[in-house]
Nanobody, 118 residues
Framework: QVQLVESGGGLVQAGGSLRLSCAASGRIFSIGAMAWYRQAPGKQRELVAGISSSGSTSYADSVKGRFTISRDNAKNTVYLQMNSLKPEDTAVYLC????????????WGQGTQVTVSS
């Protein structure tokens, strides 16, 4: 059974920083693309940042220059460094990964709350 567990969320003032982590565990043969999404109350889930297995990255326009996604393949972990946080970044942040286990599928973590106060 594959699991993704996020950590690192919390309450921070505007302008502050947080670092989110998402670790995959279980019977894992390989991990492909990994990504961070977020969902604010009453809004659709949106893609924040993605990283390929080779390290290529992409970002939503709203976070470019402020957020950095990275991964540690040895630890099956993806990170999201969030700087210059704004109140509009407040949301539940979820990680997603394409994982080859006994079958290949897209897996989601349970989410971690990020709250940015003004």
């Amino acid at each position: 059974q594959v699991q993704l567990v996020e950590s690192g969320g919390g309450l921070v003032q505007a302008g502050g920083s947080l670092r989110l982590s998402c670790a995959a565990s279980g019977r894992i043969f390989s991990i492909g693309a990994m990504a961070w999404y977020r969902q604010a109350p009453g809004k659709q889930r949106e893609l924040v940042a993605g990283i390929s297995s080779s390290g290529s990255t992409s970002y939503a326009d709203s976070v470019k220059g402020r957020f950095t996604i990275s991964r540690d393949n040895a630890k099956n972990t993806v990170y999201l460094q969030m700087n210059s946080l704004k109140p509009e970044d407040t949301a539940v942040y979820l990680c997603n990964a394409v994982i080859q286990s006994y079958s290949t599928g897209s897996f989601w973590g349970q989410g971690t709350q990020v709250t940015v106060s003004s």
